[in-house]
């Protein structure tokens, strides 16, 4: 199972980036999917995930600017960022709890992840 993210860049204070994220390989199901991110000399931080029933969690710090979004046909999940701040300047990482059949345990797989620079 691989995770490739994609969509990171350089963008202006108050501008917008749509990060994707898309698992491959031999996937029976897929549980939560999210997005973390790490910035220079800090841990790594839960930015946003969503359950496969639907259920969303968000860092306070990102409220009402990103949204999170997931496409089970194409197991990709999304992040819209929106009004970003150069605070949310990181290394964002993609994450996936993934079982390849049905008797499997889920397991926890990551993107190479994908660096946004938010320019003041």
């Known amino acids: 199972v691989q995770l490739q993210a994609s969509g990171g860049g350089l963008v202006q204070a108050g501008g917008s980036l749509r990060l994707s994220c898309a698992a491959s390989?031999?996937?029976?199901?897929?549980?939560?999917m999210g997005w973390y991110r790490q910035a220079p000399g800090k841990q790594r931080e839960l930015v946003a995930a969503?359950?496969?029933?639907?259920?969303?969690n968000y860092a306070d710090s990102v409220k009402g600017r990103f949204t999170i979004s997931r496409d089970d046909a194409k197991n990709t999940v999304y992040l819209q960022m929106n009004s970003l701040k150069p605070e949310d300047t990181a290394v964002y990482y993609c994450?996936?709890?993934?079982?390849?059949?049905?008797?499997?345990?889920?397991?926890?797989?990551w993107g190479q992840g994908t660096q946004v620079t938010v320019s003041s």
């Open positions: 390989g031999r996937i029976f199901s897929i549980d939560t």
């Open positions: 969503m359950t496969s029933g639907g259920n969303t």
């Open positions: 994450n996936a709890d993934i079982r390849y059949d049905y008797y499997s345990a889920y397991e926890d797989y």
